[in-house]
């Protein structure tokens, strides 16, 4: 069982940075593909960013590619979303999300493809 808790969330203004973290307070991220994901008020949730078990694979959404970074430390047991030149379409609450199978060079990007899930953390883009 992996119990993971995101943070860093609040408010940034357009252009600015914000970064999330997301830590397992019970269980290891050791190896698990992890993902980020948000969902906007009134919208669906939607993929955001992935990082390979290995940690040598990423992959982002279009609307993020090139503006948001994605990094893992599993000494510390925490996965990272890097936010930068902050959009309000950036506006949502961003969870965080392990796969429980330790495939090192997976990236999934479907909701239904992870097991654990955080509570989310609210991210505000003022404009």
């Known amino acids: 069982q992996v119990h993971l808790v995101e943070s860093g969330g609040g408010l940034a203004q357009a252009g600015g940075s914000l970064t999330l973290s997301c830590t397992a307070s019970?269980?290891?991220?050791?190896?698990?593909?992890m993902g980020w994901f948000r969902q906007a008020p009134g919208k669906e949730r939607e993929f955001v960013a992935a990082v390979s078990g290995s940690g040598g694979r990423t992959g982002f959404a279009e609307s993020v590619k090139g503006r948001f970074a994605i990094s893992r430390d599993d000494a510390k047991n925490t996965v990272y979303l890097q936010m930068n030149s902050q959009k309000p379409d950036d506006r949502a609450v961003y969870y965080c999300?392990?796969?429980?199978?330790?495939?090192?060079?997976?990236?999934?990007?479907?909701?239904?493809?992870?097991?654990?899930w955080g509570l989310g953390t609210q991210g505000t883009v003022s404009a």
């Open positions: 999300a392990a796969d429980r199978v330790a495939i090192a060079w997976a990236l999934p990007a479907r909701p239904e493809e992870y097991d654990y």
């Open positions: 019970e269980g290891t991220l050791s190896r698990l593909p």
